[in-house]
């Protein structure tokens, strides 16, 4: 059998006394788009965090190609192709636009590898290259957000995981970042994983989706039947 | 004018010292966002390095020479920057995710333990600094400069082009900003956020024992709590700068050095100290950001 490329099994984290998640399992296969929705508080960037090292968790594992990544520090997932876009883009506003891109490619020792990257993330977000040696806080929300989803593939990643893409943007932007994010995973095949209260578009655009609520998985099935789901309609989707 | 112009080289001289002290204080701010008050007492040991090294291995640190005084200088910044690191490894990281007030306290802990310990280890009375390098009276038409002057000055301004360009152009310069923007997602681009703190500490660390060196350069006296005044005085020049500002750290030293200069040389000289902290005060009263601390949002 085929591993899949992220599986979570009975997930629990806690903060202090407060458990954040109860026993998620989520499971994602290569090449996919697998959106996480819920309201706020439901827990989905915690588990984010987790898959990403930043949290530890109290029982459970996460295995990434089989391999359980469980108590490796956060520098060493990204080394084995996790790359993590944090919730509100979180692009270093004291370094230049191009400085964000150094950073995002730090493992990248080769500097020719580095400069290839680089410039496969200017085709995707051409608006970088014109921004090069700006300063990062002066960006737009868009802009920040084409810069933290570029930063984010310069570490050469196999799946991206990414937190509100769509928070503080302008809704022209928003649609034209949903569009790149559908490119990365078609063009270039990287799996994604996708956390958003835009349940709407998030659903669009992915294959399969899971509904947390506090803490806890309580429905998952292919976008398009959570689309029509009379609770999740109700619920995340406006009626 | 004759005697402004020495005061002010007088000033920058003193003020390039507090600036190398001031860039230790202002960076580990930068990365961990608290004040290392052991940061002074590194400085202290720098001194006390250069006086026992030329003590006890003069045929290799030979003082009132060139050479010698260049090596004992390197030396004391690898043996402070390693100091540092031990510091931050041994006192902080244990605090890493604990309230900032613990690491505040344990770092005012540290600096009692490195002063007492030195009072233990070297005696509390002042020892004579030896004159490391030789030192000659420059004529500059009416002005007469001591060669430790231009040494102090010339030596400083070369730390601070080289810090410059770490932190500018370097890849760790680079993950050092990052960090201190933001620990978690420095990580989440592969950054060893321990490894750049430890950097940052020594980094820090080694500028402080060069102005150790240099300060007893110009004030020959070494003693186990010589480090509290100057190191309070870049700390002042830190916030004044505006705190996690490297070029802040830099302007805010040459500019307390030079006040201080011409309070020391008007009537009021024995005000000099007062007028330091006056500064402090009234700098976090009306500007507490520090003179750069809006221009430029740059922070390490």
Request: charged share 15%; net charge positive.
């Amino acid at each position: 059998m085929i591993k899949p490329l992220l599986e979570v099994q009975n997930l629990t984290v806690k903060y202090g006394a407060i458990t954040a998640l109860h026993n998620v399992d989520i499971r994602v296969e290569e090449g996919e788009i697998v959106s996480l929705i819920g309201a706020n508080g439901a827990g989905k960037t915690t588990l984010l965090r987790t898959i990403s090292g930043l949290l530890t968790p109290k029982t459970g594992s996460v295995s990434f190609f089989g391999t359980s990544i469980v108590g490796v520090s956060a520098h060493k997932i990204v080394r084995g192709g996790i790359s993590h876009i944090p919730e509100g883009r979180m692009v270093f506003a004291n370094l230049t636009v191009d400085e964000n891109l150094q950073m995002g490619g730090y493992l990248l020792s080769d500097k020719r590898v580095f400069a290839a990257e680089r410039d496969f993330v200017f085709s995707i977000f051409p608006r970088l290259r014109e921004r090069m040696t700006q300063s990062a806080g002066t960006l737009s929300g868009g802009e920040q957000q084409m810069l933290a989803i570029g930063r984010a593939l310069m570490s050469k990643p196999r799946f991206l995981m990414l937190d509100e893409p769509s928070l503080g943007i302008a809704p022209i932007l928003v649609r034209s970042i949903f569009e790149k994010i559908v490119e990365i995973n078609k063009m270039h095949g990287l799996t994604i994983l996708l956390v958003e209260q835009n349940a709407n578009m998030a659903l669009e655009i992915s294959s399969r989706g899971y509904v947390l609520e506090t803490g806890r998985v309580i429905l998952t099935a292919p976008s398009s039947s959570l689309r029509n789901d009379p609770k999740v309609r109700s619920a995340y989707l406006g009626g | 004018m004759n005697e402004f112009l020495q005061q002010v080289i007088n000033g920058v001289s003193l003020g390039a010292i507090y600036a190398l002290i001031a860039l230790g204080y202002t960076m580990v701010y930068g990365v961990l966002k608290f004040i290392n008050f052991a940061h002074s007492d590194v400085f202290m040991i720098g001194a006390f390095s250069a006086f026992y090294a030329v003590q006890k291995y003069p045929s290799v640190f030979v003082i009132n020479s060139w050479p010698g005084g260049a090596l004992v200088i390197f030396t004391v910044m690898a043996l402070c920057a390693l100091l540092g690191m031990v510091i931050e490894l041994l006192a902080y990281r244990p605090l890493r995710n604990k309230p900032r007030l613990s690491v505040l306290i344990t770092a005012i802990g540290v600096s009692l333990l490195i002063e007492n310990l030195a009072q233990l280890q070297f005696g509390a009375a002042p020892q004579h600094f030896p004159d490391l390098l030789p030192v000659t009276i420059i004529h500059l038409g009416n002005l007469s400069i001591s060669s430790t002057k231009i040494v102090v000055i010339g030596v400083a301004a070369f730390l601070l082009v080289a810090l410059e360009f770490i932190v500018r152009k370097t890849k760790i310069g680079v993950a050092m900003r990052a960090v201190s923007f933001n620990h978690q997602t420095a990580a989440l681009m592969g950054v060893n956020v321990d490894l750049v703190i430890s950097f940052t500490f020594g980094l820090g660390s080694a500028l402080a024992g060069a102005g150790g060196v240099l300060y007893s350069l110009s004030y020959p006296a070494v003693e186990p709590f010589m480090g509290i005044m100057p190191g309070l005085k870049a700390f002042v020049a830190a916030v004044l700068g505006g705190i996690g500002n490297i070029p802040g750290a830099a302007l805010g030293g040459l500019l307390l050095g030079i006040i201080e200069t011409f309070v020391k040389g008007s009537h009021y000289s024995t005000f000099t100290d007062a007028i330091a902290f006056a500064i402090l005060i009234l700098i976090l009263l009306f500007r507490p950001a520090g003179l750069l601390g809006k221009v430029q949002i740059e922070k390490v």
